[in-house]
Structure formats: C-alpha cells, structure tokens
C-alpha cells in the first residue's frame, strides 16, 4: 500500500497508454473501483502495468452507505467485489459517497441518490460505514454530495451530519470542493461557513472538478457534471480549503468530456500553485513572528 501526497489526476482509458509509455510527473492516480472487478479485463491488465509506477486510490461508486435496504444480497456481493479489487490493488485511499443506490428487492439504481439528513438515516449510514470498513478491514474516506433539492425533513445540516460520522465511525471525509460550491450555489448557503464547520483532523483527500449551468423554471442550477475546468471561484474556495486543512492530497476530477491529458496536466498544474502560494505565505508569516519576538 503506497502512500497518497500531492495532486493526483483521475486515471481514463484514454490515457492508460500515455502513462504506460510516457510515466507522466503525477504522484498518484484515482480509479473507480467498480471499473476494475475483474483482474482478468483488458482494462484491469492496463492497470496493473500503470500501478507499477503510481500509487493508486480507489474511489467506489456502489456501496450504497446510505440505503435503509437490510439483508440486500446484491449490495453484500458488491462490497465483497471491492474487497477483493483492494485486496488486489492495494489503494493508498478508499472513498465512496454520502449516498444510496441500492433498493430494498435487490437492484442497483444509476444513480448517486441523496439521503435525508436525520437522526434515523444518520444511524443507518454510521452502521453501513462500520459495516463496509469491517469488511474491507481499511478506513474509507466519505464524500460529500452535489444536491440540487433538498428534503422537507432534515434538521441537520450537512457538515454537522459528516463531522458526526467522522467522529461515530472512524471514517476520514473527502471534501469535493466542487460539490460544496455547487451546493452552496443551489441553496443559499455560504461555502465558508461548511468549511468552517469540518473538523481538521477528519479531512483526508481533496477533490476538484468543473460544473455545468442549466436553467430550470426561471432558475439558475450548477449541475456536477465532472466535465469542465474547474472554474475560478472553486479555485478560490480551494485556496480556503487548503488553509484550512493543510497540503492535503487533492484529485483532479474528470469523468465526462474527456480532454487530452494535457488538460488534466495543467489543472493538477494550477492546484500545485496554489498550495506553494498557501506554504509560502504560512512560512512567511512564522518567519515575520519569530523576527517581532527576537525584537
């Protein structure tokens, strides 16, 4: 298992040969597990010569941690085919969503659906997490959501909803800097304030992405499409991020309208000048202290 630092790029089919051939400068690369179940697919045989030279993170999309649904033999299988792709990759990070899939009659929805933020789900989704890192036998790291509609009936917001499982279950939360921007957008709440309210010691892994815009009845929605630069102002709300957390290990995210690798090249690029600049000015200012007490 290989340590996960620095800025690391999501790792597309598209560009499996150039990181074979060419060994781009990238610390570390981020799969979706459930893309690799079979060791025996062309695409798990790629991957194989790629971890060779990155260390790899795993982030799930099928765990379904917040499905009220007991006893549900698909989503028990699914969990036993992540652990055996962990056990066989040895991801330096484990990840899924602050979400559901999974119905109670045994189907998978195509969907990362959202979860009421209430003291019934909170037990449901701390007993699910317990239950998946009994199972991998690792910490997973939970993932905050985009939303774009909320429920009439949830008194928690959902930072105190994250901090909580984090201090419940063990579980290390990914901050997506994105989805709270997105978020934040689409329901008046300021991205600040969520930042604030994350415990230090929780955060593990950082995720940046591009949104897109629709217009729904007269409304403006930022729609979490993983398909676009990141735009200005995440970056900035990252800069807040990384103030706040420390150099944490952050992913730039990609998973439609595929671009070259040079274009996941260049934001990995810019995350890495943020966190020099946030360095730079904390030195200097530990540097600026220790010169006025010597005076």
Not at 4 to 29: E, T
Not at 182 to 204: Q, T, W
Request: net charge negative.
């Amino acid at each position: 298992m290989q340590s996960i630092q620095g800025v690391g790029v999501s790792l597309k089919h598209q560009h499996f040969q150039a990181f074979i051939d060419n060994k781009p400068d990238v610390p570390w690369l981020e799969v979706h597990t459930e893309n690799f179940f079979s060791q025996a697919s062309t695409s798990s045989k790629y991957l194989a010569q790629i971890r060779q030279d990155y260390p790899i993170s795993a982030h799930c999309v099928g765990m379904s941690l917040g499905s009220a649904a007991t006893n549900c033999p698909v989503r028990e299988q699914h969990l036993q085919n992540i652990k055996n792709t962990v056990d066989w990759l040895q991801p330096g990070l484990i990840s899924d969503h602050l979400s559901w899939s999974a119905s109670g009659d045994g189907h998978y929805l195509p969907d990362l659906l959202p979860i009421p933020f209430t003291e019934e789900a909170f037990t449901i989704v701390a007993n699910n997490i317990k239950h998946a890192q009994d199972v991998l036998q690792r910490q997973i790291l939970i993932e905050n959501p985009s939303s774009y509609l909320t429920y009439v009936d949830s008194p928690i917001t959902e930072w105190q909803f994250l901090s909580s499982l984090a201090k419940e279950t063990g579980c290390g939360l990914l901050l997506d800097v994105n989805n709270i921007y997105v978020s934040a957008h689409n329901h008046g709440f300021d991205p600040l304030i969520y930042l604030d309210n994350i415990p230090l010691n929780a955060v593990k892994e950082i995720h940046l992405a591009g949104f897109s815009t629709e217009n729904i009845e007269g409304k403006e929605l930022y729609i979490d499409t993983h398909g676009h630069r990141v735009c200005d102002d995440v970056w900035r709300l990252y800069e807040q991020a990384i103030k706040r957390f420390g150099a944490l290990p952050t992913l730039i995210e990609w998973d439609t309208n595929i671009p070259e690798l040079a274009v996941l090249l260049d934001e990995k690029s810019k995350a890495e000048a943020i966190i020099s600049k946030v360095i730079r000015v904390k030195e200097s200012s530990v540097y600026a202290s220790v010169i006025n007490g010597q005076a």
